[in-house]
């Protein structure tokens, strides 16, 4: 019953390589998400992706770009991995179009298990 | 960005009813309110969610209060399951609406 698959739990990383987090969903959604999660901050969005090979930024995406290739699959990407990007990363999926720049309906998340990353 | 406020933290017994209360006060007229909740080492995964009417589904109920400054999440009969955080948060209505904003949630505790 597995919807929205991120393919690592856990992650140790040194500073400056290059991290990929993959996130995968089967229920056809058009848009995706990542966020990452600190304590005492939220949920906090980084990209959006409503459409394959179409993104927008969240509210914190320094230092994180995104691809989306194929619409079951979106990736976050680490260009140089530091510190302070430490965190709980969780992926989503929603159904639902834009139109004129905006959501209609719902649009119900479903998240993935989150991926732990460490930056040492 | 119309904002949440819930309590820090809340505690229940095992088969007793739950009110999880979430004020709103700035909600615009055709804004969602969604309830998730976050268990232990999981992501967030929904709840229920609601327009301007009262809603059930077989998780929990949502009552939306006649002014809609305010919604309730009514757990029937709390299980240790339900100990997560439950967050409450708006679909805005205008501007980039897909930014959902999820705050601190408010933490429940079930004994047994």
């Known amino acids: 019953d597995v919807k929205v698959t991120q393919s690592s739990r856990y992650l140790v990383k040194r500073t400056g390589e290059k991290v990929f987090l993959e996130c995968v969903q089967d229920m056809d959604h058009e848009n995706m998400f990542w966020y990452r999660q600190d304590p005492g901050l939220g949920l906090r969005l980084i990209y959006f992706?409503?459409?394959?090979?179409?993104?927008e930024k969240g509210d914190i995406p320094e230092g994180y770009s995104v691809s989306r290739e194929k619409k079951e699959r979106f990736s976050l990407i680490l260009e140089s991995a530091s510190t302070n990007q430490t965190s709980m990363y969780l992926c989503a999926s929603a159904s639902g179009g834009l139109a004129g720049g905006r959501w209609r309906g719902a649009n119900v998340l479903t998240f993935g298990a989150g991926s732990r990353l460490t930056v040492l | 960005d119309a904002k949440t406020t819930q309590p820090n933290s809340m505690e229940s017994n095992e088969e007793e009813p739950v009110h999880l209360p979430c004020n709103h006060s700035?909600?615009?007229?055709?804004?969602?309110i969604h309830w998730y909740r976050q268990l232990p080492s999981q992501g967030p995964e929904y709840v229920i969610h609601g327009l301007t009417s009262n809603v059930n589904n077989r998780m929990a109920s949502l009552a939306i209060a006649e002014d809609r400054k305010s919604s309730t999440l009514i757990l029937h009969r709390a299980t240790l399951r339900d100990a997560a955080v439950y967050y409450c948060?708006?679909?805005?209505?205008?501007?980039?609406?897909?930014?959902?904003?999820f705050g601190k949630g408010t933490l429940l505790t079930v004994n047994p």
């Open positions: 992706s409503y459409d394959v090979k179409m993104k």
């Open positions: 700035t909600i615009s007229g055709t804004d969602y």
């Open positions: 948060i708006l679909r805005p209505s205008g501007g980039s609406n897909y930014k959902l904003t």
